[in-house]
C-alpha cells in the first residue's frame, strides 16, 4: 500500500541554525501538508499547500518557515533559524484531492530536537 | 474549549474489555477522523465518517457521529494490549479551504493484559 515517508526519523540541530524536513507524499495526491506536535501535545496544522503554492497557514508558520516542491515527489519544509521551541514532532501529510476520498495520510514524522 | 476535544484524556481497561472514547467539536464540519498513535511515533488512518453519515464500521471499530450535538465517539470491541496507543480525532471542516484538520488532545488509552 502507497505510504507517506519522511526523512529524517530524528534530526538534532542547534539553535540557530537551519534544518530541512523532506517527505515524499504518496504519488498521486495532490494535497500536501505539515503538521507538528510538540512533546505531549495536541497536533497543531502549520500549513498546506496545492498547486505548486501555499494554500492556507497557520499563525505558528511564521517568516522562519518555507515549504518547496523541488520537484516532482519531494515536499520540504525548512526552518530557517530554529528556535528551541520549534522542537517537535512534524509530521508531512498527503491527500488525493478528488471527491470520495477525504482521507489525510500521514507519514511517520520526523522528530527535531533543538539545543 | 477547542476543536475536538477527547474525554476521557485516559483510559484503562483490561484485555478484552470494550474502550469508548468520545470527541466533542465546536464548528461544522466535512467530515470526522480518528487516528492512532503509538508512543513517539507517527499517527494512523483509523475511521473516517462523513457529516451525513451516523455510524460507521470498520472491524473491531465503530464510529458514531451526532452533528446536532457536534459529538462523535470510537468503541473499540474486545480490545487488546496492541491497542495501546493514544487515539485522536480530527475535524475537517471542507468547504473551500485546504481542508486542514484540527486536532484534539487526544485520549491515551491503555490496555492490560
Known amino acids: 500500500e502507497p505510504e507517506v515517508t519522511q526523512t529524517p526519523s530524528h534530526q538534532v540541530t542547534q539553535m540557530g541554525q537551519e534544518v530541512i524536513l523532506r517527505c515524499v507524499p504518496i504519488?498521486?495526491?495532490?494535497?500536501f501538508y505539515w503538521y507538528r506536535q510538540i512533546l505531549g501535545q495536541k497536533v497543531e496544522f502549520l500549513v498546506s499547500f496545492y498547486n505548486n503554492e501555499i494554500s492556507e497557514k497557520s499563525e505558528i508558520f511564521d517568516d522562519q518557515f518555507s515549504v518547496e516542491r523541488p520537484d516532482g515527489s519531494n515536499f520540504t519544509l525548512k526552518i530557517r533559524s530554529t528556535k528551541l521551541e520549534d522542537s517537535a514532532m512534524y509530521f508531512c501529510?498527503?491527500?488525493?484531492?478528488?471527491?470520495?476520498?477525504?482521507?489525510?495520510?500521514f507519514g511517520p514524522g520526523t522528530r527535531l530536537t533543538v539545543l | 474549549s477547542q476543536q475536538g476535544e477527547e474525554d476521557p484524556q485516559a483510559l484503562s481497561i483490561q484485555e478484552g474489555e470494550n474502550a469508548t472514547m468520545n470527541c466533542s467539536y465546536k464548528t461544522s464540519i466535512n467530515n470526522l477522523q480518528w487516528y492512532r498513535q503509538n508512543s513517539g511515533r507517527g499517527l494512523v488512518h483509523l475511521i473516517l465518517?462523513?457529516?451525513?453519515?451516523r455510524e460507521k464500521h470498520s472491524g473491531r471499530l465503530r464510529v458514531t457521529l451526532d452533528t446536532s450535538k457536534k459529538s462523535s465517539s470510537l468503541l473499540i470491541t474486545a480490545s487488546r494490549a496492541a491497542d495501546t496507543a493514544s487515539y485522536f480525532c480530527?475535524?475537517?471542516?471542507?468547504?473551500?479551504?485546504?481542508?486542514?484538520?484540527?486536532f484534539g488532545k487526544g485520549t491515551k488509552l491503555s490496555v492490560i493484559p
Open positions: 465518517i462523513r457529516s451525513n453519515e
Open positions: 501529510a498527503s491527500r488525493i484531492d478528488w471527491g470520495g476520498t477525504d482521507t489525510q495520510y
Open positions: 504519488s498521486n495526491h495532490l494535497y
Open positions: 480530527a475535524t475537517d471542516p471542507g468547504g473551500a479551504g485546504s481542508y486542514q484538520l484540527t
